[in-house]
Structures are given as C-alpha cells and as structure tokens.
C-alpha cells in the first residue's frame, strides 16, 4: 500500500517571470524518513530547477506566486529579502 507525502519547493527568481533563473532555493521532503537531512537553500552548486516554469513542467503545482514589491522613493537601493519568491509543491507515493 502506499501513502502520498508532500514536498515543498521555495523558488527564488531574478525577476517575477515564471520562466526566470532561479537564484536561491529550499526543498522540504516529507517524503524522506526522519532521520534523513532536509536540504537547505545553499547547500548545493546548482539550483533542482533552472526555473520555476521548469518545476511546473516536472509536476510541481504552484501553491502562491511572489507579490510584486513596491519601492519607496529614496530606497530603493535598500537591501532585503529576495523579492520574487515562488512556493511550489507536489505528492510524492511511498510504499509502506
């Protein structure tokens, strides 16, 4: 028998654009036994996806699109958080 796990992907692109280069990433595996380390963003060369359209086209479904920032005259050079981020996820069967 088996049971359906999900797994979250966190995109970050270089522009709002599905099809943009992904810059920064994290995936968190629900369907990895407990012990197993989790991969965290940055802990790899190349990113799993070249793109958050690339994932859609393997079978992640996108959970919540990036709101689009608004800068503020004067700070508009400020530095933050990634702007352009992307929540993806998708079931995954194990067998138990």
């Known amino acids: 028998m ?3 796990r999900q ?3 966190i995109l970050h692109l270089d ?3 599905l099809d943009s280069t992904v810059v920064a990433w ?3 595996d629900g369907a990895a036994p407990a012990d197993a380390m989790q991969m965290q963003a940055g802990d790899q060369d190349k990113p799993p996806y070249r793109s958050a359209l690339d994932a859609m ?5 996108v959970l ?7 800068y503020i ?8 958080h990634l ?14």
């Open 57 to 61: 086209r393997d079978g992640w479904f």
């Open 26 to 28: 994290a995936l968190y």
């Open 64 to 70: 919540q699109m990036c709101n689009l920032p608004r």
């Open 7 to 9: 797994q979250i992907l």
């Open 83 to 96: 702007p352009y981020e992307y929540t993806l996820e998708r079931k995954v069967a194990i067998h138990a």
């Open 73 to 80: 005259r004067g700070y508009e050079h400020e530095v933050g």
């Open 2 to 4: 088996s049971k359906l």
């Open 15 to 17: 522009s709002p654009d």
